[in-house]
């Protein structure tokens, strides 16, 4: 199994990138739709109509996000960790994708740039 972790900063205060990160519309607004989400523990998400799917484990608002990913015929999930904090009036957020399959782990290497955090922040910047 592989994981990675990404550092973006963005220019725009947690609240902003929190509300990217667990509102429905706006996670729309940046392309991971029809989605369904919310920022709530234990409750279920989905992305691009359902490619991607899975389930808030933790939630600490505007600090931490923790989901449990899964994509394709996974037989468990990955883990995905969103830590957020202030940083020269805008937000560092850390990205920690655990637990991924060997084959294709590369893809949501590269799609986590292409596909989500990078049009969350052009979005809330």
């Keep these: 199994m592989k ?11 947690v609240s902003k990138v929190w509300e ?8 729309e607004d940046w392309g991971g739709g029809p989605v369904k989400m919310s920022a709530k523990e234990g409750a279920s998400f989905s992305f691009w109509g359902g490619d991607i799917w899975g389930k808030n484990k933790k939630i600490v608002p505007e600090k931490l996000l923790v989901q449990d990913w ?9 883990q995905v960790t969103f830590s957020l904090s202030e940083k020269m009036g805008g937000t560092a957020l850390l990205l920690k994708h655990d637990n991924l399959p060997d084959k294709g782990w590369k893809d949501f290497y590269d799609g986590w740039k292409d596909y989500y955090l990078g049009p969350l922040k052009k979005l809330v910047e």
Excluded: C, D, R
């Design 70 to 78: 899964y994509g394709g015929k996974w037989a468990e999930p990955s």
């Design 20 to 27: 990217a990160l667990t509102n429905s519309k706006t996670i």
């Design 3 to 13: 994981s990675f972790s990404q550092k973006y900063y963005i220019k725009a205060p």
